[in-house]
């Protein structure tokens, strides 16, 4: 039996890659003597879905080390990071797999040094733009190393290969038809697209709510506002809505696979923060977007992602200090009635999008451990 072990965690732009390369290892690799497992933080809902992929979970106690001063720092330091490097450190020598595959974030460091000791093999995917803490460590001794962006810089220089970030193919495959089904569209205006993300969605949210009614004369609306803040969107736009205005308005706490790949489908123009799976998503289905560089994003990736996508002409870069409704909609408007300029971005999009990086990344992977 042969196995794969992926590590990181933190947000969803570190797990939702890791669905998207479980796929194709398993469309590439179909046989079952290949097991993939996933070693990180707790997270029940991830862990549900990786279960729904056939990637077994294992949990460990996850600690990090912040760049600022923080009582927090102690405990992670000597009770939390020691405690998971047990956990990891175990469960590697019990597993024993062919490969630890690294996407960085909380905990991933402490695998990957233990897969070092342990002389098992480390391949490091940098999603965004600027290597994260974790991944800059671990790819001191990393066989490969793959980013998403061009010149993302890492120290060992001779072993890095860009893909992209990998993305689930199923976001391409949205229809019109099945869009107005699903999300119980008008199609009666343009459809503006507003994802906060994991992280930073509650500043998004709150600026949706102020250009609401105004913002709704000419377009509609799909908003995905994140679990924590439902209660309070919605409660702030029933106060809002007219009942003319109320059928162009979809207010979802986050959109499953389903719904992200028809409201992806049928936007006019996608509104969010500039995590790098958004942004390679957003370029793979071709669509204009404005994006909104989370402030406290560490290393300011956020910031650095978006500015490198927007210089392709593929988006605009808009600073959350910037968010007044009058020129975010003005913003938007002028793009949206100037149909060259639209399909211009369209293009540049299409340019940067790198829709087979999963299917590369599985074949690197399957390749190394000889099962290719």
Same mark, same amino acid.
């Given at each position: 039996m042969t196995t794969?072990?992926?590590?990181?965690?933190?947000?969803?732009? @570190?797990l939702m890659p890791i669905v998207a390369v /479980?796929?194709?290892?398993?469309?590439?690799?179909?046989?079952?003597t290949l097991q993939l497992h996933y070693l990180g933080p707790r997270d029940p809902s991830f862990?549900?879905?990786f279960a729904q992929e056939g990637v077994a979970v294992h949990s460990m106690v996850s600690g990090k080390i912040r760049r600022y001063f923080s009582l927090q720092n102690i405990v992670d330091m000597f009770i939390k990071i020691p405690v998971g490097f047990l956990q990891s450190f175990f469960l590697l020598l019990v597993m024993y797999p062919k490969l630890v595959v690294s996407k960085g974030g909380s905990g991933s460091a402490v695998v990957c040094f233990c897969a070092r000791m342990l002389f098992i093999p480390v391949f490091v995917h940098e999603s965004d733009s600027v290597p994260g803490l974790s991944n800059q460590i671990v790819s001191k001794w990393a066989k490969k190393i793959f980013t998403s962006f061009p010149n993302t810089p890492f120290a060992a220089s001779s072993n890095v290969t860009l893909i992209g970030n990998p993305i689930r193919t199923s976001m391409?495959?949205?229809?019109?038809?099945? /869009?107005?089904?699903?999300?119980?569209l008008t199609f009666e205006k343009p459809i503006l697209l507003f994802l906060g993300g994991s992280q930073g969605a509650e500043v998004i949210n709150e600026f949706v709510a102020d250009m609401l009614d105004q913002a709704l004369v000419n377009y509609e609306i799909i908003h995905s506002c994140g679990k924590n803040n439902y209660k309070k969107a919605f409660a702030e736009s029933r106060g809002i809505l007219t009942k003319e205005l109320e059928?162009?308005? @979809?207010?979802?706490?986050?959109?499953?696979?389903?719904?992200?790949?028809?409201?992806?489908?049928?936007?006019?123009?996608v509104i969010s923060r500039a995590g790098s799976g958004s942004i390679f998503e957003i370029a793979a289905v071709k669509k204009p977007s404005m994006l909104i560089p989370l402030p406290s994003a560490a290393g300011d990736h956020q910031s650095k992602n978006a500015y490198a996508y927007a210089a392709t002409g593929?988006?605009?870069?808009?600073?959350?200090?910037?968010?007044? @409704?009058?020129?975010?909609?003005g913003v938007i408007t002028n793009i949206l009635l100037d149909q060259d300029r639209v399909m211009a971005m369209q293009q540049a999009a299409?340019?940067?999008?790198?829709?087979?990086?999963?299917?590369?990344?599985?074949?690197?992977?399957?390749?190394?451990?000889?099962?290719?």
């Open positions: 794969i072990l992926f590590t990181g965690g933190g947000t969803s732009g @570190h /479980a796929r194709e290892i398993k469309k590439q690799y179909p046989q079952d862990a549900a879905i391409l495959t949205g229809t019109p038809e099945v /869009a107005k089904e699903v999300l119980h059928p162009y308005y @979809h207010l979802y706490d986050s959109l499953d696979e389903s719904q992200l790949t028809q409201a992806y489908a049928v936007a006019s123009m593929a988006a605009v870069v808009i600073e959350q200090e910037n968010l007044t @409704h009058n020129f975010v909609l299409g340019q940067f999008a790198k829709p087979q990086a999963a299917a590369v990344f599985a074949k690197e992977i399957l390749s190394y451990i000889k099962l290719l």
